[in-house]
């Protein structure tokens, strides 16, 4: 008997996922190449669409398991640095909105 754990359970789907994907488009890109070289022309935009779709399916697949890895595929962003033109800004904004009073629910009486 195989015990799957959690993150297995999620790679499981996550490859399953992309073997459904994978199964769908190529079959119809193959029919659709079939009507297109058979005079139908509608069917060549779907000759181009289903590999698109196919290949926006490997790709997600890869990104999907990066997050399930719990790979980076780019570093955080540090805000470290100064940034005399932000401060200003941020400086002016408080200046305008400093009577602004944020919203209060209404409170009906009931």
């Given at each position: 008997m195989l015990i799957m754990t959690g993150e297995s359970k999620?790679?499981?789907r996550i490859n399953f996922g992309l073997f459904l994907a994978e199964l769908?488009?190529?079959?119809?890109?193959?029919?659709?190449?079939k009507r297109a070289l058979g005079g139908n022309t509608l069917s060549w935009a779907?000759?181009?669409?289903w590999p698109l779709l196919g290949?926006?399916?490997v790709y997600m697949w890869k990104k999907l398991?990066?997050?399930?890895?719990?790979?980076?595929t780019r570093p955080p962003v540090v805000f470290d640095k100064e940034d005399p033109e932000l401060d200003a800004w941020n400086a002016y904004l408080a200046s305008v909105h400093q009577n602004d009073q944020p919203?209060?629910?209404?409170?009906r009486e009931d």
């Amino acid at each position: 008997m195989l015990i799957m754990t959690g993150e297995s359970k999620n790679t499981f789907r996550i490859n399953f996922g992309l073997f459904l994907a994978e199964l769908i488009c190529i079959p119809a890109f193959l029919f659709e190449m079939k009507r297109a070289l058979g005079g139908n022309t509608l069917s060549w935009a779907y000759v181009f669409e289903w590999p698109l779709l196919g290949g926006y399916a490997v790709y997600m697949w890869k990104k999907l398991l990066q997050d399930e890895r719990g790979e980076r595929t780019r570093p955080p962003v540090v805000f470290d640095k100064e940034d005399p033109e932000l401060d200003a800004w941020n400086a002016y904004l408080a200046s305008v909105h400093q009577n602004d009073q944020p919203p209060t629910p209404d409170k009906r009486e009931d």
